[in-house]
T-cell receptor, first 112, second 114 residues
């Protein structure tokens, strides 16, 4: 079955440093979504990427979808303590399926 | 507009007891998903419904787990009998199938089975 691998599992950074999490799928995706889960909270949708090579930005967050639509990344510039949480990617293979496969997530810990 | 509502938020029960988790999806959404989250296994899709009909329950771990969606505004996930390894956070999510891939998650139910 489809697998979505996400690395790293954990990342400790000092406030102000950059952070990147990577997502790789075993199959070509029709789209990929990113979610953020704060400690003790629930996953919250951040963004969806659909096109090959697509790049989207949300303030300090930059999302990329690979040319082959099998990988994606989330980069945060100048992390803040409010960025703490677990970031999940979720890939959908399409073909009428709206069921995403979630990666294991990357937990970001920001030290002030 | 209210988001996905789940109850209870916390449940502590003894092994062997029946547990029922409840979910009210966002009004107008036609798909509902039940997930289980643990440190060991991450976020697992247990079952999902489309227009109140169960479509895929291959993620349900055992026959002890069952889910129903009697109408568009209510779903339950039942565990009978519960076991300590069922301890996890259970999330319900909903979306508008065919229109958006974005899933809206509820706050979750933290289940502890002793």
């Amino acid at each position: 079955g489809q697998q979505v691998m996400q690395i790293p599992q954990y990342q400790h950074v000092q406030e102000g440093e950059d952070f990147t999490t990577y997502c790789n799928s075993s199959t070509t995706l029709s789209n990929i979504q990113w979610y953020k889960q704060r400690p003790g909270g629930h996953p919250v949708f951040l963004i969806q990427l659909v096109k090959s090579g697509e790049v989207k930005k949300q303030k300090r967050l930059t999302f990329q979808f690979g040319e082959a639509k099998k990988n994606s990344s989330l980069h945060i510039t100048a992390t803040q303590t409010t960025d703490v949480g677990t970031y999940f990617c979720a890939g959908t293979v399409g073909g009428g399926s709206y069921i995403p496969t979630f990666g294991r997530g990357t937990s970001l810990i920001v030290h002030p | 507009d209210a988001g996905v509502i789940q109850s209870p938020r916390h449940e502590v029960t003894e092994m062997g007891q029946e547990v029922t988790l409840r979910c009210k999806p966002i009004s107008g959404h036609n798909s509902l998903f039940w997930y289980r989250q643990t440190m060991m296994r991450g976020l697992e899709l247990l079952i999902y419904f489309n227009n109140n009909v169960p479509i895929d329950d291959s993620g349900m771990p055992e026959d002890r787990f069952s889910a129903k969606m009697p109408n568009a505004s209510f779903s339950t996930l039942k565990i009978q009998p519960s076991e300590p390894r069922d301890s996890a956070v259970y999330f319900c999510a909903s979306n508008l199938w065919g229109k958006s891939y974005e899933q809206y998650f509820g706050p979750g139910t933290r289940l502890t089975v002793t």
